[in-house]
């Protein structure tokens, strides 16, 4: 049995409101992954990085590390891609059902001015909005590399 042609919903504006309490959802995940991540990252390179700590806790403690940065990135990876899918959908939805044209809560005219600058006096001429999401991604990759250190290190120190 085929399936059925897709309907179009009999209240888009329930629709928009339900693709845009995901989308904000997304957005809360996303900046949850990484505070969750350091939190956990940081008691298990204090096990890495303990003195008296035996050799086998050491590298387990750092292989679970770099597992969780690497974890860690690629869920982030996939809340921020789901974010943006939804913003997209509801930028569309504003243009073509609301005829907001560019100037939608979701269009490019809103999101033009937030994205470069943030607004927070001198500093924020030094931060660019769209890179934090990279800066985060670099910043848990960094303690991948850390936790591949420790690793090696353990072993060497075992070894010679």
């Known amino acids: 049995m085929a399936n059925p042609a897709p309907r179009r919903p009999t209240d888009p504006e329930a629709l928009y409101r339900v693709v845009a309490a995901r989308r904000l959802q997304y957005e809360n995940l996303l900046w949850q992954v990484p505070a969750l ?42 809340h921020r891609q789901a974010e943006i899918r939804d913003v997209q959908w509801l930028d569309r939805f504003e243009q073509d059902e609301l ?38 991604i670099v910043g848990l990759g960094i303690f991948g590399v850390v936790a591949i250190s420790m690793i090696v290190r353990t072993i060497l120190t075992t070894v010679l």
């Open 99 to 136: 005829g907001a044209g560019d100037w939608g809560p979701h269009g490019a005219a809103f999101r033009k001015p937030y994205e470069t600058k943030l607004d927070a006096g001198w500093f924020g001429n030094l931060i660019h909005l769209r890179l934090m999401f990279y800066v985060w």
């Open 37 to 78: 991540s350091l939190t956990a990252q940081a008691f298990l390179f204090s096990i890495a990085l303990g003195q008296g700590v035996d050799t086998w806790a050491r590298i387990f403690s750092a292989v679970l590390a770099l597992n969780l940065s690497v974890i860690s990135i690629m869920l982030m990876a996939s």
